[in-house]
């Protein structure tokens, strides 16, 4: 007899979302984190009653109604909507490529004048099928956007020219010709009253955690805890690396509290330059209409990752591609492991996208419902 049904490695959302679900269904868990807190990259800090995003801005949006009330179960979010303003050398934009920003960068007033603007601009650069981000930038909104508000934003935030990128990525940002500044097409969007911390204390009321131990460092004697592994960590350090490194992009994170009430008037806002080193700047108060008389404001620098560091990203290129499927042969022979989350299953999920895929794993595993 094992003393656990589940050892879920990682308190994350992917975790902490399987962790409920198993032990709504009358199973014994046990989560770990090598991290000294749980919710993995969802975790905030209290800094002067403002809720610090440790591991980066995060906004939740869906459009899955499920998804919505599933979270809403566990906290209330409140209206908060995601504009980000791109400041390029001082001049500044409204964020995603709308109405707005074409006006600031054109004069344009209609969206016939902006999409004729567009198709000048793509036509003159002869692209018809788009192969990379660069490609599929230029195809969506011409060069001049492009170049102020595309090119070193992604250059920096990847570390590699957009070339050599993935079109997908660029894909997550909308383009319409509305005057909207939305940056999320979702029907649902917002933050949970008090912090992402609800969400998680939620999802792991009742469950065992142990925080501070790496399932690397003890794993003979933690696998032998339970029946089912459960982890979401980096996929190719569970295989040894046998495969080879994956890359992952990490970031830096400078944080400052000032003695201000409002910094910058936003929330997040964009440095889309080369020069510039840091990509954005995040004043964490705006993200839940915050009136504290402080601010506390984050300047984000990313940057390449190595072994030891946080491997935010997943970098999914063709060569990264090919690595991640052999790791993913080696994932199937596991019988009695189960591999999920933007670390384990290597992809570039947003929080959404990493409960449906813990809900359908789910569904997978304890009602044997099949796998698509
Ligand atoms: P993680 O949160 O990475 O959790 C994995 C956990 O496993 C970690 O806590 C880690 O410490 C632990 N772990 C790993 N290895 C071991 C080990 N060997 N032993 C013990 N524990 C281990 N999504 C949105 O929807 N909206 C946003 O605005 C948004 N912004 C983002 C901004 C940034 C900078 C980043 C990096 C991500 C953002 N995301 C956003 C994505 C979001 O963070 C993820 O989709 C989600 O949090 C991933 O959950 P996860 O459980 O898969 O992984
Ligand atoms: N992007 C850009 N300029 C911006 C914002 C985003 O070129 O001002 C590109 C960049 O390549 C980035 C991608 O769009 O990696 C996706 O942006 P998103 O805001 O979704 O990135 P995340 O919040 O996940 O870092």
């Given at each position: ?23 709504k269904?009358?199973?014994k ?18 800094v ?11 906004i ?63 036509k ?5 099928n ?15 956007i492009?170049e ?17 990128l ?13 005057f ?5 097409n ?5 933050i ?7 969400l ?11 925080l ?14 339970a ?5 979401t ?12 490194q ?27 330059d ?20 402080k ?23 063709d ?6 499927n052999?790791?993913k ?13 933007r ?30």
């Open positions: 007899m094992k003393n656990y049904d589940y050892l879920i490695v990682g308190a994350g959302l992917w975790g902490s979302v399987f962790a409920h679900e198993a032990t269904r009358g199973k868990c046990l989560v770990i984190d090598r991290r000294t807190h749980t919710g993995g990259n969802i975790y905030c800090e209290d002067e009653g403002i809720n610090v995003h440790k591991y980066g801005a995060h939740f949006h869906t459009n899955d109604k499920e998804i919505w009330d599933y979270v809403n179960s566990f906290v209330e979010f409140n209206r908060y909507t995601n504009s980000p303003v791109a400041n390029y050398y001082g001049e500044l934009y409204n964020l995603p490529f709308n109405m707005n920003t074409f006006y600031q960068l054109w004069k344009v007033k209609t969206p016939e004048e902006a999409k004729a603007k567009i198709a000048e601009q793509v003159e650069a002869g692209i018809t788009p192969k990379n981000l660069e490609e599929q930038a230029i195809s969506l909104v011409g060069t001049d492009y102020k508000l595309i090119k070193s934003y992604t250059e920096k935030q990847w570390g590699r020219p957009a070339t050599e993935p079109a997908f990525i660029i894909k997550r940002l909308p383009v319409r010709f509305t909207d500044n939305n940056y999320f979702d029907r649902y969007q917002g949970p009253n008090g912090g992402y911390n609800k998680t204390e939620g999802l792991l009321q009742g469950v065992e955690t142990r501070g131990v790496d399932f690397f460092k003890d794993r003979e004697a933690l696998s032998a805890l029946d089912t592994i459960v982890y960590g980096p996929i190719d350090e569970y295989f040894g690396y046998a495969h080879g994956l890359e992952y992009r990490s970031l830096r994170f400078e944080n400052q509290l000032l003695d201000q009430e409002n910094y910058q008037g936003n929330a997040v806002v964009n440095y889309t080369s020069e510039t080193k840091f990509t954005r700047i995040i004043e964490h108060k705006h993200f839940e209409f915050g009136t504290q008389p601010t506390v404001v984050t300047h984000e620098y990313p940057q390449e990752w190595v072994k030891g560091a946080e491997p935010y990203y997943p970098v999914n290129n060569k990264n591609t090919a690595i991640f052999q790791y042969a080696l994932a199937q022979q596991e019988s009695q492991v189960i591999f999920g989350g670390l384990a299953e290597y992809r570039y999920y947003d929080m959404h996208q990493v409960i449906g895929s813990a809900l359908k794993k789910v569904k997978v595993h304890f009602e044997g419902v099949l796998q698509d």
